[in-house]
């Protein structure tokens, strides 16, 4: 797999950038740089200051203006900083342009996604997608960056008569591109197979922003032990597991998480993966509702099922870390009974929202599972009722 910058290590700390323009408001920027310094985080690097600037569109040379430049510079050679993370795409000049000017490593929030994507791959299929996104997001960059590709074979054949570095540089990543969409094809004629061999079986996929909790609603259902981390993206390959509930079976699956500004051709290298979701008989979204910002997350996750075309699909809404919940919303000297009021009517409203499909619980705590279980169950019961009537006999 390739490297499109240095990985980021523990060693490193970071800047990060970003522009507020006419299609945002500097609150949304400063959401967008916290989620960028949990990114970065994740990633292995610390992040020590956040630069904004109003423009009314980011500088085609150098996405900030010259004065912002020189104030990042100033910093970054005062602080010993390693690298400049920027909120949005840079293209390949822009990179170059920014590097020569500050003589630090420049990368943008897709480079960041990729480096984590990369470094959490672990099966053949995750490191497959992660690597054709990777030569994706560097192929329209290398005349701006101008950095040339380890050499594949070298010698008669690599380069042809008259031909550029740069062409042959496309060159080498086109035939890589075509190779690995070659390798993910003959991978989901594997993984198809797989699916058609598990039999008649209600299928439900948990869906959900990343970092919500999904590893561990799934080893909570299923009795498993998939990964589970307080990072984002600690889940990128499919997991399916059988799960039964009072003698119904069905798979279970956890999948990889969305997220805002999520690269779209990280999402086309991903889309084998998502098939999960689209295949899915019924979707589990699960919020982190002890996110100030849990709402505009679960915007985000509707949008990305709209694109997927899974958004109709029957949808029970789990609201998760209802504790942590509780201890950043209620003071300690509130009594119990406003702290229930506020419980019901805080319930009431999202059960009206998700007509009636919706449930409140802690997967760290083990609060209210038994509750989970049951929509599970009755949404299950449901859709084989639908799909595989002739099965009700042993079921029902």
Request: hydrophobic residues 35%; aromatic residues 8%; glycine residues 4%.
């Amino acid at each position: 797999m390739i490297d499109i910058k240095q990985r980021l290590n523990n060693a490193e700390t970071a800047v990060l950038v970003s522009v507020i323009n006419k299609n945002q408001t500097e609150q949304e920027v400063r959401e967008n740089l916290n989620e960028l310094s949990f990114l970065a985080e994740t990633a292995g690097a610390a992040s020590l200051k956040k630069f904004i600037q109003k423009l009314p569109h980011p500088d085609t040379r150098t996405y900030v203006g010259k004065g912002k430049l020189e104030e990042i510079k100033y910093y970054t050679k005062s602080h010993n900083i390693n690298v400049i993370i920027f909120d949005d795409e840079l293209s390949g000049s822009q990179i170059t342009n920014i590097e020569k000017e500050i003589d630090v490593k420049a990368i943008d929030r897709s480079d960041l996604i990729l480096d984590i994507f990369a470094s959490r791959a672990k099966t053949a299929r995750a490191k497959a997608q992660v690597e054709l996104a990777q030569y994706q997001y560097i192929l329209p960059r290398l005349r701006g960056m101008w950095k040339h590709l380890e050499r594949l074979g070298g010698g008669i054949g690599t380069r042809g008569p008259g031909e550029s570095e740069i062409e042959t540089d496309r060159r080498i990543v086109r035939d890589k591109i075509s190779l690995l969409k070659k390798k993910l094809q003959e991978i989901e004629k594997q993984s198809l197979t797989q699916r058609k061999e598990r039999g008649e079986f209600i299928r439900v996929s948990l869906v959900g922003y990343t970092n919500v909790g999904k590893s561990t609603i799934m080893n909570l259902l299923s009795k498993s032990d998939v990964f589970a981390e307080n990072k984002l993206f600690a889940t990128l390959d499919t997991t399916t597991r059988k799960v039964v509930f009072e003698n119904m079976p069905f798979l279970l699956s956890d999948t990889v998480g969305f997220i805002r500004k999520l690269p779209h051709h990280l999402i086309e290298s991903f889309k084998s993966t998502l098939d999960e979701i689209r295949e899915a008989d019924v979707l589990i979204h699960v919020v982190d509702l002890s996110h100030p910002k849990y709402e505009e997350q679960m915007g985000t996750v509707n949008k990305t099922l709209q694109e997927l075309n899974a958004f109709e699909k029957p949808t029970l809404t789990v609201f998760n870390k209802m504790d942590l919940y509780e201890t950043n919303t209620f003071d300690e000297w509130l009594d119990d009974d406003a702290k229930n009021e506020m419980l019901k009517d805080l319930e009431e409203r999202w059960q009206t929202s998700t007509n009636n499909n919706a449930v409140f619980i802690s997967a760290a705590e083990r609060k209210n599972v038994d509750g989970l279980r049951n929509s599970i169950l009755e949404k299950v019961r449901t859709m084989y009722k639908l799909r595989y009537p002739y099965k009700t006999e042993y079921f029902f």
